[in-house]
């Protein structure tokens, strides 16, 4: 089944302690991106990559950093997690599809919680 | 302002009822329009999309494009309490991949 898979969906964690969410895909799509979704502020754009070792800042990049060593596979660090970093966070990949739209897959989400 | 406007709703509806879910963008230069489906605990799917102006059906489903009133739709007939969901609208700009996003709208379809 084509999917993106993204681990661990439930994460609770201490301001300060490092922490890393992968994401996994298995579409050979070469764009990867980061979402956060608060609620009233919808889905922001964190980091995105369009191929291996290419990554770029996406709105909201403050406090995170990524890396895309290999295609299928784009993790999201928190060096220093704070409490405005409680959220729910999804990974996305893209496909192009009819008349040259690019639509998002995306994986089921990771709700964290700083305390 | 957003470049992307949607109403949060919640919207509640009787089963079999038409529902209507709007969004309002300012980018003139907005070319390709999406609804994903976001249901609770889950990531969103997408639904439909459609490319400049115009209609697109799919089943129970409409996605329709007013380019210069900035305005696009989903139509859903004959709603279904398994329609109950979030909806987020969806926006790109030719070809790239950067996604204007909606807030999203809650529909409430009740039996």
């Known amino acids: 089944e084509a999917q993106v898979t993204q681990n661990p969906r439930y994460l609770i964690t201490v301001t300060g302690k490092k922490l890393t969410v992968t994401c996994s895909q298995n579409m050979n799509h070469e764009y990867m991106s980061w979402y956060r979704q608060d609620p009233g502020l919808g889905l922001r754009q964190i980091y995105y990559?369009?191929?291996?070792?290419?990554?770029d800042k996406g709105d909201v990049p403050e406090g995170y950093k990524v890396s895309r060593k290999e295609k299928r596979n784009f993790p999201l660090i928190l060096e220093s997690p704070s409490p405005n970093q409680t959220s729910l966070y999804f990974c996305a990949s893209s496909r192009k599809a009819a008349y040259g739209a690019n639509v998002l897959t995306f994986g089921a989400g990771s709700r964290l919680t700083v305390l | 302002q957003k470049e992307v406007e949607q109403d949060p709703g919640p919207l509640s509806v009787p089963e079999g009822a038409i529902v209507s879910l709007n969004c309002t963008y300012s980018?003139?230069?907005?070319?390709?329009f999406m609804w994903y489906r976001q249901y609770s605990r889950k990531g969103p799917e997408l639904l439909m999309y459609t490319y400049s102006s115009g209609n697109k059906e799919d089943g129970r489903f409409t996605a329709q494009v007013d380019k210069s009133s900035k305005y696009i739709s989903l139509f859903i007939r004959d709603s279904q309490p398994s329609d109950s969901a979030t909806y987020l609208c969806a926006m790109t700009v030719g070809d790239f991949n950067k996604f204007y996003f909606g807030s999203g709208t809650k529909l409430n379809v009740k039996p």
């Open positions: 990559s369009m191929n291996v070792e290419v990554t």
């Open positions: 980018n003139s230069a907005f070319q390709y």
